[in-house]
């Protein structure tokens, strides 16, 4: 875990590649919770915290070194639908980093030496309304009223602080503005990654006008993509890289496509390990998956990074 000698994540993206984790959801799930509920893993925050700490402790062990929270889908607005208030919703996305740490302590108690990180998941608008429209954008609000949905949380998660924000699955260079917005001096770096379809943002913006809003946000120590299909990716991480200089994040799905009618994946996987190379070589620093890749993937990129 960190401590007051270890590099701070921007360092060692400066140093080289850095190995993030796979999808929390598919590995709860395979643990036994079922996660068909509005709040997705954010539920298991109040219910079953020490499921999500086994969760990130499966990723440490199978060798990420940066943990995601379960925050994605944890929103005042998405808790008060629950019946609960501001001030439990804030313990509870406190409570997301404290279990990232926890894991994190556990796997140096198991044997592992390398530095941990963990970094608060920040999801987009979409993921609260649980409706699918995080893989669409353009909601019908305008950038202020994005800034004032995300600021408060996004403090809530700086005070509990994790070594970095995961601004992440974000379908629209719109919400992106808004991130950049309330990112400003909360103190904690951030990583800003879109989900894609080809070389455009899930709302049809070409990725250079997107990867360019962050180009000089200083908050901003990492650009990418995440929740989108593996084949886009390499595209992706080219144009964040040439746009803005900056250490580029990537962690696509399976492959497979997420059905929000019935809230179920369909397709096949096309997600391998021996693809990161290829990712590595165009730009990216920091390198995981999403949803449906689990620990073996994970412990897959982690053995094709160190060869």
């Known amino acids: 875990m960190t401590s007051d000698t270890s590099p701070s994540l921007a360092d060692a ?11 929390m959801s598919n ?3 395979s643990a036994g919770h079922d996660l068909s509920d509005e709040l997705w893993s954010a539920r298991l925050l109040a219910e079953r915290p020490e499921a999500v700490t086994e969760a990130h402790l499966a990723y440490f062990l199978a060798g990420a070194s940066v943990a995601i929270t ?20 804030a313990r509870l996305l406190a409570l997301s980093v404290e279990l990232a740490r926890t894991a994190a302590r556990r796997a140096a108690d198991a044997g592992i030496e390398r530095p941990l990180w963990v970094a608060a998941s920040v999801g987009p608008y979409g993921a609260m309304l649980a409706d699918g ?4 954008g353009r909601y019908g609000l305008s950038v202020d009223e994005l800034e004032r949905f995300h600021r408060p949380r996004m403090e809530a998660l ?33 990583w800003l990654s879109y989900t894609v379809e080809g070389l455009r943002t899930r ?30 990716v390499r595209g992706a991480v080219e144009i964040a890289a040439r746009v803005t200089g900056k250490p580029v ?3 696509p799905n399976s492959g497979e496509a997420w059905d929000a009618r019935v809230r179920a994946w369909r397709g096949r996987t096309t ?37």
Do not use: K
């Open 271 to 307: 997600f391998g390990a021996e693809q990161v190379d290829a990712w590595r070589e165009a730009g990216a620093r920091l390198i995981g998956g999403c949803c449906r890749v689990g620990p073996e993937a994970i412990t897959g990129i982690a053995g094709a990074l160190a060869a």
């Open 70 to 89: 379960s925050s994605y889908q944890a929103t005042f607005d998405g808790f008060a639908r629950r019946g609960i208030g501001r001030e439990e919703a």
């Open 13 to 23: 993206l400066a140093a080289g590649t850095v190995v993030l984790d796979g999808g």
């Open 27 to 29: 590995q709860l799930e």
């Open 203 to 232: 709302a049809g913006q070409p990725l250079e006008e997107a990867f360019g809003l962050a180009a000089d946000a200083d908050e901003v120590m990492a650009v990418g993509v995440n929740c989108c299909a593996p084949e886009d």
């Open 158 to 190: 700086a005070a509990a602080a994790p070594d970095v924000l995961a601004l992440e699955t974000v379908p629209d260079a719109d919400e992106a503005a808004a991130l950049l917005r309330a990112v400003r001096g909360l103190g904690v770096p951030a």
């Open 249 to 251: 994040v990537v962690y």
């Open 133 to 136: 429209s995080e893989y669409r």
